[in-house]
């Protein structure tokens, strides 16, 4: 039986790319779709001013992981055990690079499966932790007619469009207001950490698709509850988790403007059961294990095929 592996979040940034993360999650979406797959929601606890974070999935193949990473003074450090029912641990791994790329990539498959095909008119609200990797999604599975950025620091701004627009050979240009940032735009991402709406609603198109990845959390919204309202569909990556994080799906559910079952998931955008109507679309992304478990056995099968890791016994 092989020793179990310790991957580094500069051998895990090494091993995986983008395009595939995203071929990766629509597999495993399939298979949740099909029953074959499971996710477990988040679950946040607190301990004397620090808060751990724990979140699991698991496979009808026998893997399945669980994550961890605490809120502490500390740099945000990110675990995750890979298991297989039979073999039992596989590895331990760094999971920073990877929680980054798995979130953009789900932003990815949800416009590929969602926004308009060919080139897309693109804005993305935010410059911080997650924004590289949710422009890298996009730029994976879609060309840019045109792509803005809008950040509130300006400096900050700029050298991010700079750098990405080299990284990408694309040109992504920064807005002078967030309004400015997203109109006209098809397809809108938001990656933010704010408390309240950073858009509004009379800003965005009758067409448009909007991803919504910043606001993980009951108290904490991106969008105005009147964008949820005219949206003709509204998806997240897991509906248990949506029902605990999602707080301005929730509002609405709880005022009765509709129902949590008129909440598709991913997994039924990729199953085939659910397809795009016409009008708004909004893709609430809270960022579930199942990505997690997915992305860690893509980790885990080129490490072994490549050599790469520190075994453990």
């Known amino acids: 039986m092989p020793s179990p592996l310790y991957l ?7 091993l995986i790319d983008m395009r595939g993360v995203i071929t990766t999650l629509e597999a495993v979406f399939r298979a949740q779709q099909a029953g074959d797959a499971r996710n477990s929601p988040r679950q946040r606890a607190q301990y004397w001013g620090s808060r751990l974070n724990i979140m699991s999935a698991g496979r009808a193949t026998g893997r399945f992981a669980f994550k961890a990473y605490a809120g502490t003074k500390a740099p945000t450090a990110y675990h995750l055990m890979l298991y297989d029912g039979e073999a039992g641990l ?3 791994i760094e999971a920073g690079a990877l929680g980054k790329l ?3 990539a789900a932003t990815g498959l949800a416009i590929d499966k969602l926004a308009p095909h060919g080139d897309i008119s693109f804005a993305m609200i935010g410059a911080g932790r997650q924004a ?5 999604a996009a730029a994976a599975v879609r060309g840019f007619s045109s792509a803005r950025v809008f950040a509130r620091d300006g400096a900050r701004l700029h050298a991010f469009c700079d750098e990405l627009s080299r990284e990408l050979g694309r040109a992504i240009e920064p807005a002078k207001s967030a309004r400015d940032c997203v109109r006209d735009a098809q397809v809108i991402v938001t990656a933010t950490n704010a408390q309240s709406p950073v858009l509004q609603d009379d800003w965005i198109g009758e067409e448009a698709f909007i991803a919504a990845m910043g606001a993980n959390a009951p108290t904490r919204r991106e969008l105005e509850k009147e964008t949820f309202l005219r949206a003709r569909l509204i998806v997240t990556d897991d509906a248990d988790q949506a029902r605990l994080e999602a707080g301005d799906i929730a509002e609405c559910v709880t005022q009765g403007a509709f129902g949590w079952s008129d909440v598709a998931t991913l997994a039924s955008i990729v199953g085939g059961e659910t397809r795009r109507p016409t009008g708004l679309a909004i893709f609430k992304s809270l960022g579930a294990a199942l990505e997690d ?3 860690a056995e893509l980790v885990y099968e080129l490490a072994t095929a490549r050599g790469v890791g520190l075994p453990l016994r």
């Not at 580094?8 to 090494?14: A, I, L, P």
């Not at 590289?132 to 890298?136: D, F, G, L, S, Y």
């Open 8 to 14: 580094t979040e500069r051998e895990v940034s090494s």
């Open 90 to 92: 596989l590895a331990i």
């Open 102 to 104: 798995r979130t953009g």
């Open 132 to 136: 590289r990797a949710q422009i890298a």
């Open 293 to 295: 478990l997915a992305t």
